[in-house]
T-cell receptor
Framework: DTEVTQTPKHLVMGMTNKKSLKCEQH?????MYWYKQKAKKPPELMFV???????INESVPSRFSPECPNSSLLNLHLHALQPEDSALYLC?????????????FGEGSWLTVV | GEDVEQSLFLSVREGDSSVINCTYT??????LYWYKQEPGAGLQLLTY?????DMKQDQRLTVLLNKKDKHLSLRIADTQTGDSAIYFC????????????FGAGTILRVKS
């Protein structure tokens, strides 16, 4: 079972709202990732968590705040977003965060900021 | 450097073979991946190859790697309408752990 589950599937939020995207995996993976995908573009890495600790932040604005409550869960807290932040947000996981560990993606959360 | 390039569009007839090409620039040992993305969906891992391999076959999929030219290809045999999607080539960079660097994606259209 190589399943990464993301909720919600779709989210519409105003620029003053606070919302969260959630991600869950039960594969025993110790690395989890957030990627952002704009329309007609490839995904771009935002954050990497390894053993529940943030290991990579790709210079993401602070209005995006990741959280890893335990090894199975990864959240992305959203606050004061801009319309240009509208995108598909993909969660992913792998056994470890080191080279050669296959990365599995969820179905994504479609975010629209109005 | 980080640069993965792909042809943007491919159209084939149902039953034909599809070949999607990709070039990468990183010269260190690396893993190379093919992901498929259907409209409105996430990324589905299709296959991967390590840079010390030349070829990998998995059912209808064949991956060929030319290390000298840093050229990777994905061949889909007996292409079906359900194969219509965007195909992303990606590499992971040794100096940056397991970060995936994606190409722009190739839109595959299968005509019945």
């Amino acid at each position: 079972d190589t399943e990464v589950t993301q909720t919600p599937k779709h989210l519409v939020m105003g620029m003053t709202n606070k919302k969260s995207l959630k991600c869950e995996q039960h594969m025993g993976h110790r690395a989890m990732y957030w990627y952002k995908q704009k329309a007609k573009k490839p995904p771009e890495l935002m954050f990497v968590y390894s053993y529940e600790k943030l290991s990579i932040n790709e210079s993401v604005p602070s209005r995006f705040s990741p959280e890893c409550p335990n090894s199975s869960l990864l959240n992305l807290h959203l606050h004061a977003l801009q319309p240009e932040d509208s995108a598909l947000y993909l969660c992913a996981s792998s056994q470890e965060a080191s080279l050669g560990n296959t990365i599995y993606f969820g179905e994504g959360s479609w975010l629209t900021v109005v | 450097g980080e640069d993965v390039e792909q042809s943007l569009f491919l159209s084939v007839r149902e039953g034909d073979s599809s070949v999607i090409n990709c070039t990468y620039t990183d010269s260190s040992s690396t893993y190379l991946y093919w992901y498929k993305q259907e409209p409105g969906a996430g990324l589905q891992l299709l296959t991967y190859i390590f840079s010390n391999m030349d070829m990998k076959q998995d059912q209808r999929l064949t991956v060929l790697l030319n290390k000298k030219d840093k050229h990777l290809s994905l061949r889909i045999a007996d292409t079906q309408t359900g194969d219509s999607a965007i195909y992303f080539c990606a590499e992971t960079l040794m100096e940056y752990g397991n970060k995936l660097v994606f190409g722009a994606g190739t839109i595959l259209r299968v005509k019945s």
